[in-house]
Each structure stands twice: as structure tokens, then as C-alpha cells.
């Protein structure tokens, strides 16, 4: 926890800094003594993760709450406060949310990122950290994905607003100052150790880790597992499950490369990942064995849109952010039952 003299720390914008990945950057950021501005719409996080934030470091993040659509608003929040630095998370990120209503994302997780670079220009602040995906790759040719390998067709428009605003981001800092570096996460899950922040999932989970935990506390009857037929060792799809405190931490080390000069071009792209493939059984063994649950699950049929397979080929993000994950997959299990014990 940092109590020294921050005047003159850099000072650090977060969009949806209440959110689930923000809120833990929000915490990472303060104990490497940040000065932390969070922009938060509350349309997806409450004001007691703010409070969860303080029970951690001791220290209140300075909170405004407005919609980054509203384009006059956000100018003046560049105009009124010197930002060194911006992490972007505030996004609509449901994928099957947004088959339904692709306008809602277009409008807003486009327009939410063309008015903060905007401000950021006009204010001469000009190092960005994007929240991006590794759903731009769809299911990759080659395992473990690098981040070379082609972009593929996007498999949700909450996908191609991630696809597009790197494209975006390509473009605006090739005509200005911006310096910029995207994060393609692979799947966010866990909480902070402490128990006071994690994820929120709003009504029935989509992902595997809510469901999971909300399976086990008795919330949900059942987890279903979509689909054992799948070409993998146990039939059931892989993923790249990485802790979200990791996960946190790795957008301080992609801030302190802009803070430093140390970027090597204008827009960077790393693949954040644990370099390791899960299947949905080897993380239900994983869970019995963390929390010594019994988990109450069935196999049913495939989820349309799923891909077989992704794991992260980290050794980009590793050789140039120094950075690597810390934290197992039984660690990440066992903080996010920890999370869902303490929700009313
Ligand atoms: C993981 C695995 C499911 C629920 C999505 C987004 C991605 C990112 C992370 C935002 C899959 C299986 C799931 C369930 C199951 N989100 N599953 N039963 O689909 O890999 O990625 O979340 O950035 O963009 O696409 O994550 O947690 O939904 O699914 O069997 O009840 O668990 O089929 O194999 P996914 P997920």
C-alpha cells in the first residue's frame, strides 16, 4: 500500500474502473502508488465495488460517474485533470448480448473509444492501454496462438467492436502522438485473494467460472457442459484461464513501457494468457479438488458460436513486458468460490 507523497505519481485514467478486470487494475495501479481516475457508467458494477477497492489499499480512487458517449463530458474531464495515462476498459461485452443487439455495441463500444482518444488528443495525453480480446483470432490454425497468427471473421459484434477498435487504434496513432498497446486477454476468471472485489455477473451467468460457482453454492441446480464432442482429449473445449490479479498486472507493466518510452512503436499488441489449455472437465476436477465441492453437472450439446480450442503463446508478452502469470488455475478457483461465498 502506498502512502508516500503521490502528487507527483502519474496520474492514471481507468474507463470502467468498477468493473470486473478494472476494479483489479484500479487496486494494482494504488499499490505501485498511481494516482487512479476512474470513468465508470455503473451499467455493469455498483458503488460498493468502489468500496471494496478502498478496503484493499486504504486508498479512495477519485470516481466520476457519467457515460463516455457523452462527448462533451468527457472532454472536460481531459480539460479539468492532467491524465498521464489511460486504461480502457468501459465496453458492453456480452456476447450474445450483442448478436441481439449489435447497435448497442457498435454505438457504444466504438463510440465510448473515439471519444476518449479524442479527449486524451486534445489534451495532449497520449499513452492508451486497450482492453482487447483473443476472440479477434476465432478459432486460430495453430496452437498456442501467437500474435501473429491472421485475424479470422469475428464469431459476435461485441468480437468485431474489439477487431475494429484495434484497427482504430491503428489509424489514430499513426496520425498523432498516441502511443498505444493492446491486450488481447484470453479468459479472465478469479478474484482478489482478499475477497473483496471480483466479478458481478449480472443474472444468469454466460461464462464458465460464475456458473461454476453459483452451480456449487446452490444457486443454479446444474452447470451444464456444452459439448463433449469436441476434438480434444476429453472431448470438452480449451481454454486459456488466467487469474485476474495476473491479468491486472500485466496492464501495469504495459503502462510503465509507455510511461518509460520503452514501446518499440506507435500501437503494440500482446497476447495476455496463462500459455495453458484447460478443458471444462480438467476445471471442474480443478474446482473439486480447490474447494473440496462436490460440482452438480451435466453434458449436454455444443453452444453455438464456441470454438474448440485457444491457448496463449506468451512469450511476446513475456520477453518484452517482462511480465508472466503468477497464479494457478486451483488459485484462481479458490478466490473465485472464496467471491461467491461472501454475495449475499
Ligand atoms: C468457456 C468454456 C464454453 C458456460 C467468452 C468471450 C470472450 C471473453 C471471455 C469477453 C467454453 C464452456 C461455459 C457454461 C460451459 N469475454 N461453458 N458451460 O466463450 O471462451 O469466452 O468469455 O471478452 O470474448 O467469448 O468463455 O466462460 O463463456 O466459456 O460448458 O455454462 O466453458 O462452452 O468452452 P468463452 P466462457
Known sequence: MNNGNTHHQPQILVTGGLGFIGSHTVVELQNEGYEVFIIDNLSNSNLDVLKGIYNITGIKPKFFQFDLLDKEKTHQFFNQHRINGVIHFAASKAVGESVEKPLKYYENNIGSLVNVLQGMLDNNCNHFIFSSSCTVYGQADTLPITESAPLKPAESP???????????????TRSSELKAIALRYFNPIGAHPSAEIGELPLGVPNNLIPYVTQTAAGIRTQL???????PTPDGTAIRDYIHVVDLAKAHIAALKRLLNHENKSQLEIFNVGTGMGSSVLEVIQAFEKATHMKLNYQLVGRRAGDITAAYADTSLVHKELGWKTEKSLEDALLDAWNWQLKQK
Request: aromatic share 14%.
Open 224 to 230: 451444464s457442459v456444452f459439448g463433449n464432442d469436441y
Open 158 to 172: 461485441y468480437g468485431n467492436t474489439k477487431k475494429i477498435s484495434e484497427e482504430i487504434l491503428l489509424d489514430a
